[in-house]
């Protein structure tokens, strides 16, 4: 196979690391990228030592023969748009989060996708963090049995130190505390845990003075489609260093992070710790984008689901649109269940 022509869609923080993921590979090439600040885009790349053309229209990348797949790190407004343009021109799709703003969006998309069949990897980027990896690995070694209560704390003060913040405050582009970044824990309940039914959700301010449009804390509880429980806390505005704690009570041991109790180890009297490389740091040059990409460029040519496809990753959005709903209605609400 040739190498994987890609198009980068944003110049920011996000679009970088995945810039020079693709460029260190052997099997790929950053063919552009994409951007309205043509001559921000050139000093980028020339930071990056990067060679690739700069597009300023994106219509002009999905009609471009050469181009195979796009990146889009664009901002979450017109992700959507974007997504169906790339599927009707039969290119590959590396989706960042939050995959769409509402469902209507996230739907027109996967209905595009199903109807013009091209890969798809979504960044839910801790999924391939190696701490992840672990404790997916020990769930399905049956270490700990079945999941009956997971608890996943996503805890980021994401302020005017960061340069998203300008606009993730906003409604439009943040969405909410589950949209904005939140939905990482949600991900991660439902890829140690399985499926969401049933979810009940609240939120709060912080600070009298908050600029954030929307509440940028958001607490959700789950029923999970195995019987059990589930938990996630999310905070945009916190005192605390960056925490993102995964917490599993299973039938037959229970994993603390990189800390395991389990029936398998039957001499055990205290909590065994894996020396790993935890997800403990809101930097995302310490997220592994690299092996994100590595997985999509494997299932390519292997003809395999990526570890985070498009339809996959869809139930995660679809249970934060319901905790957005519980919060504003103080209901309980089901999870869709939609399928192709």
């Known amino acids: 196979m040739s190498n994987l022509q890609f198009v980068v869609a944003g110049t920011g923080w996000v679009a970088g690391e995945y810039l020079k993921a693709i460029d260190a590979r052997l099997d790929a090439d950053v063919y552009g990228v994409v951007s309205q600040d043509t001559e921000h885009a050139k000093k980028r790349l020339s930071e990056l030592s990067i060679d690739a053309r700069v597009f300023s229209r994106y219509e002009d990348v999905v009609q471009d023969p050469n181009v195979d797949a796009v990146v889009l790190c664009s901002k979450p407004d017109v992700r959507a748009e974007q997504t169906v343009l790339a599927a009707r021109h039969g290119k590959h799709i590396v989706l960042e989060k939050p995959m769409a703003m ?17 890969h798809t990897v979504v960044g839910f980027v801790l999924r391939w963090n190696p701490s992840f990896r672990n404790t997916k690995a020990l769930i399905e070694d049956n270490a700990i049995g079945r ?7 996503y805890w980021h003060h994401i302020g005017p130190q960061y340069l998203q913040y300008s606009w993730s405050k906003s409604s439009k ?18 890829y140690f845990a399985g499926d969401i039914e049933e979810v009940s959700a609240y939120s709060c301010r912080t600070w009298a003075d908050s600029e954030y449009e929307f509440d940028p804390n958001a607490i959700a509880i789950f029923k999970l489609k195995n019987g059990g429980i589930g938990k996630v806390s ?32 039957p001499g055990q009297t205290e909590y065994a710790t894996i020396p790993t490389l935890l997800p403990d ?13 590595d ?31 519980a919060i504003a209605s103080g209901r309980s609400i089901k999870v869709q269940q939609r399928g192709f």
Request: aromatic share 8%; glycine share 6%.
């Open 173 to 190: 582009l943040g969405g909410s505390s589950m949209l904005s970044a939140g939905c990482h824990a949600v991900d991660a309940v439902r």
């Open 234 to 265: 999310s905070s945009l505005e916190c005192r605390t260093p960056y925490k993102f704690n995964v917490h599993l009570l299973g039938e037959k041991g229970t994993i603390l992070n990189n800390q395991i109790y389990s029936h398998k180890l």
């Open 147 to 153: 999941v009956f209560m997971a608890q996943v704390d």
């Open 295 to 325: 997985n999509f460029m494997v299932s390519m040519r292997l003809k395999t689901k990526s570890d985070c496809d498009f339809f996959d990753a869809l139930q995660s959005m679809e249970t934060c649109f319901a905790i957005d709903e």
């Open 102 to 118: 509402d469902r209507e969006a996230l739907w027109t998309m996967a209905e595009a996708i199903h109807s013009n069949p091209v």
């Open 281 to 293: 740091s809101g930097d995302v040059s310490h997220h592994p984008f690299a092996d994100e990409i």
